[in-house]
């Protein structure tokens, strides 16, 4: 079993910065692809960006220039880098995991940002 816990979400004013973490347990993360997605309120959840075991990424066109995703898996570490934000990044920030078949979610982080 997988457990992923993400840090890092806050109040931040429009165009500023935040650097989310997610640390994952157990012997698999660097093995697995890995991804943060978000949800606000009476929305569906959404792909932020991803970052594959091989070191290729993935992201939104909405995030696009502004957010950046690395792992450092000697830490068992995925980070999130985003800059110049915007009212509507404002979600629940979560980690995930894939390995296989397998699909681990963290508990989320709250990311507000105020105009």
């Known amino acids: 079993q997988v457990q992923l816990v993400e840090s890092g979400g806050g109040l931040v004013q429009a165009g500023g910065s935040l650097r989310l973490s997610c640390a994952a347990s157990?012997?698999?993360?660097?093995?697995?692809?890995m991804g943060w997605y978000r949800q606000a309120p009476g929305k569906q959840r959404e792909l932020v960006a991803t970052?594959?075991?091989?070191?290729?990424?993935n992201y939104a066109d909405s995030v696009k220039g502004r957010f950046t995703i690395s792992r450092d898996n000697a830490k068992n570490t995925v980070h999130l880098q985003m800059n110049s934000l915007k009212p509507e990044d404002t979600s629940v920030y979560y980690c995930?995991?894939?390995?296989?078949?397998?699909?681990?979610w963290g508990q989320g982080t709250q990311v507000t940002v105020s105009s």
């Open positions: 157990g012997t698999i993360f660097r093995f697995s692809d």
């Open positions: 995930n995991l894939k390995w296989g078949p397998s699909d681990y």
């Open positions: 970052l594959t075991s091989g070191g290729s990424t």
